[in-house]
């Protein structure tokens, strides 16, 4: 089984399956998700098995027939860890392709359960190593000390994780190159090596006007350019990933709740994020849905309809009848069709493909 050149870091949610699910399957040949259950503060071990986000796990599970992700919960309070492993342990037993993750920093009986797993499922396991800025060298000796841990026979992945990568953070590609240079040694402890980083920024009440395209440059996209160049002998499998359409925070909120009266239709080019805000309520509604479409289709960067099925919903709006609803979407609809058009656009853009 070829590695993945692409790990998008998707929650367990509704728009993010329908999105991977709707990947042409080249793409999603190329696409190995990390899957991250959502928060669930406070909830027993009982309340855990029956949460509403099992039934969209039980889809995700699927829809992995014949390629590998990994699966985390990263918000898994120390209480409810046995639970947690116990859920992770069932659905990477079921197909062997949804690999369970630990890191350094999480507590010992984590890291013995998702080792544990890997051991009896034999798909590996994923290394989680969080960096939201500068490189900490006392973290390599957490990594080798977890991996002293690791069953000989199991593969093991490294996952550097840069979480939001943006213009304000200029040397993110020097501090992943330290801590590659201090993670990845020629022995080849690791059967893959991805670093994430990057993400559509968060949207706020007075960032853009309504309908009218604003656009971000895409820093994480810079800091990977900068990885590929520094040509590290030691890195000949490295992979790339991302947060998508979503800023990384939002994976750390609870499904459900109230949201802002508006949304975003997203659209990725090889320099920026675009994003265009609509308003999900009101007289002129409908109207300014499809007005937003069509500046989104109408932009240089626009990669035809036919490019994927992100490509093809956005058509499909803009030419609607300003008469009719229909086909207007909500905040599922542009979340997955974002996500489509940008992880069909990564894959892509990378080199092998």
Same mark, same amino acid.
């Given at each position: 089984?070829?590695?993945?050149?692409?790990?998008?870091?998707?929650?367990?949610?509704?728009?993010?399956?329908?999105?991977?699910?709707?990947?042409?399957?080249?793409?999603?040949?190329?696409?190995? =998700?990390? @899957? #991250?259950?959502? *928060?669930? *503060?406070?909830?027993? =071990?009982? /309340?855990?098995?029956?949460?509403?986000?099992? +039934?969209?796990?039980?889809?995700?599970?699927?829809?992995?027939?014949?390629?590998?992700? @990994?699966?985390?919960?990263?918000?898994?309070?120390?209480?409810?860890?046995?639970?947690?492993?116990?859920?992770?342990?069932?659905?990477?037993?079921? #197909?062997?392709?949804?690999?369970?993750?630990?890191?350094?920093?999480?507590?010992?009986? /984590?890291?013995?359960?998702?080792?544990?797993?890997?051991?009896?499922?034999?798909?590996?396991?994923?290394?989680?190593?969080?960096?939201?800025?500068? @490189?900490?060298?006392?973290?390599?000796? %957490?990594?080798?000390?977890?991996?002293?841990?690791?069953?000989?026979?199991?593969?093991?992945?490294?996952?550097? &994780?840069?979480? %939001?990568?943006?213009?304000?953070?200029?040397?993110?590609? +020097?501090?992943?190159?330290?801590?590659? $240079?201090?993670?990845?040694? *020629?022995?080849?402890?690791?059967?893959?090596?991805?670093?994430?980083?990057?993400?559509?920024?968060?949207?706020?009440?007075?960032?853009?006007?309504?309908?009218?395209?604003?656009?971000?440059?895409?820093? $994480?996209? &810079?800091? @990977?350019?900068?990885?590929?160049?520094?040509?590290?002998?030691?890195? =000949?499998?490295?992979?790339?990933? &991302?947060?998508?359409?979503?800023?990384?925070? %939002?994976?750390?909120?609870?499904?459900?709740?109230?949201?802002?009266?508006?949304?975003?239709?997203?659209?990725?080019?090889?320099?920026?994020?675009?994003?265009? +805000?609509?308003? #999900?309520?009101?007289? $002129?509604?409908?109207?300014?849905?499809?007005?937003?479409?069509?500046?989104?289709?109408?932009?240089? $960067?626009?990669?035809?309809?036919?490019?994927?099925?992100?490509?093809?919903?956005?058509?499909?709006?803009?030419?609607?009848?300003?008469? &009719?609803?229909?086909?207007?979407?909500?905040?599922?609809?542009?979340?997955?069709?974002?996500?489509? /058009?940008?992880?069909?656009?990564?894959?892509?853009?990378?080199?092998?493909?």
């Amino acid at each position: 089984m070829s590695e993945p050149l692409y790990v998008p870091v998707l929650p367990v949610r509704q728009h993010a399956r329908m999105a991977y699910e709707r990947l042409r399957p080249d793409i999603q040949a190329s696409v190995a =998700p990390l @899957w #991250n259950l959502p *928060p669930s *503060p406070g909830a027993t =071990p009982t /309340q855990l098995r029956q949460a509403h986000w099992q +039934k969209e796990l039980r889809q995700v599970r699927g829809v992995h027939r014949r390629h590998p992700g @990994w699966i985390d919960a990263p918000f898994a309070e120390a209480t409810q860890t046995p639970a947690f492993a116990e859920i992770l342990a069932e659905y990477s037993a079921l #197909n062997h392709l949804l690999r369970p993750v630990t890191g350094p920093e999480r507590g010992e009986a /984590q890291q013995t359960a998702a080792l544990e797993t890997a051991r009896r499922c034999g798909s590996g396991v994923g290394v989680r190593v969080r960096m939201p800025g500068e @490189w900490d060298g006392a973290v390599a000796e %957490a990594v080798g000390a977890l991996l002293t841990r690791v069953d000989r026979a199991v593969p093991v992945d490294l996952l550097l &994780d840069l979480g %939001a990568v943006l213009p304000g953070r200029p040397d993110a590609g +020097k501090e992943a190159l330290r801590a590659l $240079d201090a993670l990845v040694t *020629p022995a080849g402890e690791w059967r893959t090596v991805a670093v994430l980083g990057g993400a559509f920024p968060h949207v706020t009440d007075d960032m853009a006007r309504f309908g009218e395209p604003h656009e971000e440059p895409r820093a $994480d996209w &810079d800091m @990977w350019h900068e990885i590929r160049a520094a040509r590290r002998e030691s890195l =000949p499998q490295l992979g790339y990933g &991302d947060y998508g359409v979503q800023p990384p925070a %939002a994976l750390a909120t609870e499904p459900g709740g109230g949201g802002p009266p508006w949304g975003v239709l997203r659209y990725t080019t090889d320099r920026s994020f675009v994003l265009c +805000k609509v308003l #999900n309520g009101g007289p $002129d509604r409908t109207a300014g849905i499809r007005a937003a479409a069509r500046r989104i289709r109408d932009l240089p $960067d626009f990669r035809t309809a036919v490019a994927s099925a992100g490509e093809t919903w956005l058509r499909d709006c803009a030419d609607g009848p300003v008469t &009719d609803s229909e086909g207007t979407g909500t905040h599922t609809q542009w979340l997955w069709a974002g996500s489509v /058009q940008h992880m069909t656009h990564v894959v892509r853009s990378l080199p092998g493909t």
